[in-house]
């Protein structure tokens, strides 16, 4: 479908929603798991169990062995631009600040997608109901995480700027899985993780040296496995879904939903309670995405509004 002006069909903000959840929780997994795993083979066990399960999902169907031979160095390149350098940056950040203000920057990637794709696609062109949708769901997230992550800012200058450019590396890589479309969301990415597990096998080996390194807890190992089951396997085959039927812009707005799936997430299994000023930044959060989507835009028109 063009997503230039289409409003996204409801299948689509369906999976936006469900892939907003699992990655919202990535956040909090990689948090707890850095304290104990070093940043570069954290990356490496998140991608290579993901892709070990996938692989055992598919299990040669789906001629995904046919298509790895045939498109492994555009593999290699989306596994570097959506795993291996986001996913090293967000980690080595995340070491330096919570989970919110991590996803808060990390929400940034609608905007860097919209303008990579105004400069190097034809079909993507930066509009104003973009530009403006996106601002203000990152005004509802700030207003949402509300003044704790807002005080996180006192973080290190470096996390920061490694968050964002994580942020430009996924919005990057948002546009390069165009070239995916029409093969099967699943096999692209089985792909992709298998890519970046062999990129990121040698940097471990040189740099972190894992035979060195003391065994984590068990919840610990159990973290990592939720973070490479849930949050990558399964949440990348609806990622490429959405990129395959909805187009590459459309895909980025999870990001903006990362944060309030966290917060819901702690409403429902901890018990905290939800105020005025959080229902007042999801309004205005949905109220963004509502703009980008073209929903709102479409309903003023119609009504004359």
Excluded at 76 to 89: C, Q, S
Excluded at 98 to 111: D, E, K, R
Excluded at 227 to 245: D, E, G, M, N
Aim: with cysteine; net charge positive.
């Amino acid at each position: 479908m063009n997503t230039n002006n289409n409003v996204i069909s409801v299948m689509t903000w369906v999976l936006l929603l469900t892939l907003g959840l699992l990655w919202g929780g990535s956040f909090f997994f990689a948090r707890m798991a850095v304290e104990y795993v070093p940043p570069l083979t954290l990356v490496f066990l998140r991608v290579f169990l993901a892709a070990v399960a996938l692989h055992l999902y598919l299990r040669g169907k789906r001629e995904l062995y046919t298509i790895l031979a045939q498109r492994w160095r555009a593999f290699l390149v989306l596994g570097l631009l959506n795993n291996a350098i986001p996913f090293t940056l967000l980690f080595f950040g995340q070491t330096q600040m919570g989970a919110g203000l991590a996803s808060i920057l990390n929400a940034t990637t609608p905007l860097w997608t919209v303008i990579i794709a105004n400069i190097v696609t034809d079909d993507e062109k930066m509009t104003v109901p973009k530009i403006v949708g996106c601002l203000l769901g990152l005004a509802g997230m700030l207003l949402l995480i509300g003044p704790s992550a807002i005080s996180g800012f006192g973080a290190p200058v470096w996390a920061q700027l490694a968050i964002i450019l994580a942020a430009i590396s996924y919005g990057f890589a948002v546009i390069y899985a165009k070239r995916f479309k029409g093969t099967p969301p699943v096999v692209t990415a089985t792909g992709q993780l298998t890519a970046s597990s062999l990129i990121m096998l040698p940097v471990i080996l040189l740099v972190d040296q894992p035979w060195t390194l003391e065994m984590p807890p068990v919840r610990i190992l159990l973290v990592i496995l939720s973070l490479a089951v849930l949050s990558t396997s399964i949440a990348y085959i609806l990622y490429f879904r959405i990129v395959s039927s909805a187009g590459d812009t459309n895909a980025s707005l999870v990001t903006l939903l990362v944060p309030p799936s966290a917060i819901l997430l702690g409403v429902i299994f901890l018990g905290e309670r939800m105020t005025l000023v959080s229902l007042g930044g999801l309004a205005l959060i949905g109220l963004g995405l509502l703009t980008i989507d073209g929903r709102l835009l479409a309903f003023l028109k119609i009504h004359r509004i």
